[in-house]
């Protein structure tokens, strides 16, 4: 199994300014995902965190609003940049090893909410 | 695009009883499903999972089963408990780069 600390656990911020939320697992893990979860609706990814290089982004997210980090195998950050109160969302740090049978692991989520 | 989706969005069960949520999915080609229960404030916890190539995967108290010839999941839980009062979440996984795709989600409500 995978514990995953993220941090904040939820944050209030004021339009325009951003919130860098930081995701530590306890063990290396070969993969690192990004979900966003609008209230009352389902997950989607936002993008797959790549160790040492650039991230790689779903359909709809692009890197200067979401910009993410992974210098390792246990350590990732997203940045939800100049922030509109459609960014209001709980934000959720994913990882899994490869593998066919592999199950995926959930931080707790930080719960944004942009005023 | 190719989704994961449910077919209803609440089920309300009385306490002891079975529920059973199910899941559609349009991707043929997906070779592995998981459950996913999400209480409030936390993030999803996994429950049970299965691949293509079986039709059924028993745990403690739940039971998922797959029909690819319909593409149809479900869940099943046995003798409900308010503990498992949550949202209920089926995911596929794509084996290629591991991301999982949701469903739309299933709150379930186990009434006293």
């Known amino acids: 199994s995978a514990v995953i600390s993220q941090k904040p656990s939820r944050d209030i911020c004021q339009r325009g300014t951003s919130l860098t939320i930081q995701c530590q697992v306890d063990s290396q893990v070969t993969m690192m995902f990004w979900y966003r979860q609008q209230p009352g609706q389902s997950l989607t990814l936002i993008a797959t965190a790549n160790q040492g290089s650039e991230a790689t982004y779903e359909s709809g997210f692009v890197i200067d609003k979401f910009p993410i980090s992974r210098p390792n195998l246990t350590f990732s950050t997203l940045t939800v940049s100049n922030m509109s109160p459609e960014d209001s969302s709980i934000y959720l740090c994913?990882?899994?090893?490869?593998?066919?049978?592999?199950?995926?692991?959930f931080g707790q989520g930080t719960r944004l909410t942009v005023v | 695009g190719e989704s994961v989706g449910l077919h209803l969005p609440t089920l309300s069960v009385q306490e002891g009883d079975n529920s059973i949520i199910n899941c559609a999915y349009s991707n043929s080609a997906s070779d592995y499903f998981i459950w996913y229960k999400q209480e409030s404030g936390k993030g999803p916890q996994f429950i049970i999972d299965i691949r293509s190539n079986m039709d059924k995967r028993q745990g403690q108290r739940v039971t998922v089963l797959l029909n690819k010839t319909v593409k149809h999941l479900s869940l099943q839980i046995a003798a409900t408990q308010p503990g498992d009062s949550a949202v209920y979440f089926c995911?596929?996984?794509?084996?290629?780069?591991?991301?999982?795709?949701f469903g739309a989600g299933t709150t379930v409500t186990v009434r006293a």
């Open positions: 994913s990882v899994t090893r490869r593998g066919q049978d592999t199950e995926a692991f």
């Open positions: 995911a596929e996984k794509n084996m290629n780069d591991y991301k999982l795709s």
